[in-house]
């Protein structure tokens, strides 16, 4: 069991960037048993992977088209994984959600559905 809760979203122009936060709490264990997800999704369409981190495991990972502008990091002492985008673009915009799935749970971390645990969400809109 996990609470997460994004913050940071909002209003940017075309070029610009972001910095989301995830806060985790109520978890069981440590915050470093699970693996940290960010995802997204546009109006009227699916949500998709944007990376992801597992202390321990390894680089953050990232999806393909996200590869060089998407930086995913945590600060354990915190309990907060963050999510920095740069030269944003108009089809970035959409709600920005943090995942938290166990470490040890198999399955693309890419993916939503390896992901039992999630935030509410924050609204990103990057206008041109």
């Known amino acids: 069991q996990i609470q997460l809760t994004e913050s940071g979203g909002g209003s940017v122009l075309a070029g610009g960037s972001l910095r989301l936060s995830c806060l985790a709490s109520?978890?069981?264990?440590?915050?470093?048993?699970?693996?940290m997800g960010w995802f997204r999704q546009a109006p009227g369409k699916r949500r998709e992977g944007v990376g992801y981190i597992c202390t321990g495991y390894g680089a953050p990972e990232y999806r393909d088209a996200m590869q060089g502008r998407a930086t995913i990091s945590r600060l354990i002492t915190k309990s907060t994984a963050y999510l920095h985008i740069a030269n944003l673009k108009p089809e970035d915009s959409g709600i920005y959600y943090c995942?938290?799935?166990?470490?040890?749970?198999?399955?693309?971390?890419?993916?939503?559905?390896?992901?039992?645990?999630w935030g509410p969400g924050t609204q990103v809109t990057v206008s041109s």
């Open positions: 995942a938290a799935a166990p470490n040890w749970k198999t399955g693309s971390l890419i993916t939503s559905t390896t992901y039992p645990y």
């Open positions: 109520e978890y069981s264990g440590s915050y470093t048993d699970y693996c």
